[in-house]
Structure formats: structure tokens, C-alpha cells
């Protein structure tokens, strides 16, 4: 472990999945070397490491003390606020859980819009919108922050663009066959139809969707239609979406997912970048068009609102570029501290 022994953070929810705030500057943590946002990322998993089982290293034991009970617990998210790319960004961000680091965080851009502009980072109207730009692995991304009496109530997410990369792949599990398809949205997510598995999106249905998650992810791992040009820290199934159809809105399709993702953990929120992936998926079968939203639903019954925009001239060939709207709250402050006799040191993970 690192010699701090004490950090501080900042924890908001977006649509109920966590994220917990470390602003490394503040909180007198080492610069992470690297020119860009992902070559820190890289510096942080570190040599011969992986998204999924990242090198030990002073970085990663802070992320350990963090995420591991009994600070955090096995569904903690979070993120390391570490500077842009330049300043065509606001701030830039290594995001990490339980089992290590990824490359979007769709759920987590919305935390850090809000917090950029609850810390005064970035200076918001009372009334109106602000955009917060973030550099994250994956990219340039952009949380727009929307403000009324005062207050934020909502924050758009745009990602990178989302593309489709494979449909119909056929998955073996112990709940039977199924069909994969998959999109990369910043990082690279299988959807499969839980209801191809006997399964219904629901929390009594949550030991056998992470059983499932976890053997579709394995099934994939060499997959070539995982592999990103972008290299191996964008590779791989970083997330297996189970989702159902729920009737149709008046402005478009209505679907409930869960997402699991790394090693078994479940996003609670409808996932931000899973979102961007399925609305490639759902623009590619036609079933989405300009004007139209996705209603996309949480496990725990939250909502994320999603849509296409115009295609942007020149980056066709890049995917689709999307846009989530959710919500994102504070959830408190904290100071943790690591004790240097506590036998436990940074923790366990049941």
C-alpha cells in the first residue's frame, strides 16, 4: 500500500449504481504517468496486466482500499479524476471496480458532470445547460448537465460512437443456447435476449443472469469480433447485457436489462455505455430512427433515455453517435483511513 494512509472522496449514484470520486490532485495522490488519459489507464493496470486483473502497484492498492469491504463492496464503482488530454477537456478520468479498470463508464460521465458542477469546476447556470467535457479511455466524451431553480436535474451523456461488430453468435451455457450480438460503445458489450436462456430480467432472477453473464463472457473471450483496432485495453467483452421487451412507447422502444460486467459484478443503474450499445443494435434493425428514444430500465426499475443523433459527417464509418439522459445524486463524503496494524489492510471481497 502506498504511503497514504487516508483518502477522501466524493460518492454519487446515477440511476442507483454508485460512483465514488478521487480527485488524485486533492487528494495528494502521485501523478500517474502518461501523456493521454488512456496511457494512464495502461499505467495503472500496468505491465502484463489486464482491464480484469490489474498488476499490483501504489494506484491499484488505493482502488483495492476503496472498493473492497469493508470501505466498499463487491458492486463499488468509482473513479481516479486525473488530468485531460488538453484542454479541450474539463478533466479526465480512469475508472475502475472491483476487479480492476474499464475503458467507459457511461453511468459514472453523468456523476462526474454533476460533480464538476456541484465543486465549481466547471460554472453552471441556474437555469439552462452546461457541458462538462471528459477524457476518458475510450476517448472524448461529454456529460451535459441540466440545471432549473438552482438545482441539476439530469445530465446527457454523449459517447464515443457506438458500432456494430457481430449479430446472432451463437453462445453455449448451462442454461442452454444462445445468441449474441455485439457492439463496441467505448468498450465491448454482448446483448443477449434473457428470455433465449429461461430467464426474465427481474432481482429473484439475479444469481442465474450473473451465472449467465459470466459464462457468455468466457465464451467470447477470442472471439474476433471482441477484438477493438483501438488495441487490447478496448478488447474483450467487458459487459454481457440480459435484457427483455417491455411494449413499446409512443416515442420507441422499451426494453429492461441487466449488465454484468468484469468478473460477475451487476450494474444496477440501465448502464450508459450498454445503453449506447443497444441503440446501435436497435439503429441497425431499423427499430430505431431520429426522434425516437429508447426507455431503457434498470433491475432496480431506474431509467435511462436514450437516442441516436445525426450521423457526423466524416465519421460515419465510426458508428452511430449516442446520447443517454439519467439522473445523478450525491450520496455523501467521506475520509477513509487505513489503520497500520489493521490485519485486514485493504480489505476482502466476499
Request: net charge negative.
Amino acid at each position: 500500500m502506498t504511503e497514504l494512509t487516508a483518502v477522501r472522496t466524493v460518492d454519487y449514484h446515477t440511476g442507483g449504481e454508485p460512483f465514488r470520486i478521487v480527485d488524485t490532485r486533492a487528494a495528494g495522490l502521485p501523478a500517474v504517468p502518461g501523456d493521454t488519459v488512456a496511457e494512464r489507464c495502461a499505467t495503472a493496470i500496468g505491465p502484463g496486466g489486464s482491464g480484469t486483473a490489474p498488476r499490483r502497484g501504489g494506484l491499484d492498492d488505493v482502488r483495492r482500499l476503496l472498493v473492497q469491504e469493508p470501505r466498499g463492496h463487491a458492486g463499488m464503482y468509482g473513479g481516479f479524476v486525473v488530468p485531460p488530454d488538453d484542454d479541450g477537456a474539463h478533466l479526465g478520468v480512469l475508472f475502475w471496480h472491483k476487479d480492476g479498470y474499464s475503458t467507459a463508464c457511461g453511468h459514472g460521465t453523468m456523476a462526474l458532470g454533476a460533480w464538476a458542477v456541484d465543486t465549481g469546476l466547471v460554472a453552471a447556470p441556474d437555469h439552462g445547460d452546461v457541458q462538462v467535457r471528459i477524457d476518458v479511455p475510450s476517448g472524448r466524451v461529454a456529460a451535459t448537465v441540466h440545471r432549473d431553480g438552482g438545482r441539476t436535474t439530469g445530465v446527457t451523456f454523449r459517447n464515443v460512437p457506438a458500432r456494430v461488430a457481430a449479430r446472432k453468435v451463437p453462445v453455449a451455457t448451462t442454461l442452454g443456447l444462445a445468441e449474441a450480438d455485439i457492439a463496441h460503445a467505448g468498450a465491448c458489450y454482448a446483448s443477449v435476449r434473457a428470455r433465449d436462456l429461461g430467464l426474465e430480467v427481474s432481482r429473484a432472477a439475479l444469481p442465474d443472469l450473473v451465472r449467465a453473464g459470466r459464462e457468455i463472457r468466457t465464451a467470447l473471450a477470442t472471439h474476433p469480433a471482441t477484438w477493438h483496432p483501438g488495441g487490447p485495453l478496448l478488447s474483450g467483452v467487458y459487459g454481457v447485457i440480459l435484457y427483455e421487451e417491455l411494449p413499446d412507447t409512443p416515442f420507441g422502444p422499451h426494453q429492461r436489462n441487466v449488465t454484468v460486467f468484469a468478473d460477475g459484478q451487476i450494474d444496477r443503474s440501465p448502464c450508459g455505455s450498454g445503453t449506447s450499445a443497444r441503440l446501435a443494435l436497435l439503429a441497425e434493425d431499423g427499430r430505431l430512427g431520429a426522434g425516437e428514444d429508447l426507455l431503457h430500465e434498470s433491475v432496480v426499475g431506474t431509467v435511462f433515455t436514450g437516442r441516436l443523433l445525426a450521423p457526423d459527417a466524416g465519421h460515419e464509418a465510426e458508428g452511430v453517435v449516442t446520447e443517454v439522459t439519467g439522473t445523478a445524486y450525491r450520496t455523501g463524503e467521506h475520509l477513509f483511513t487505513l489503520a497500520p496494524h489493521d490485519a485486514l489492510g485493504q480489505g476482502f471481497h466476499l
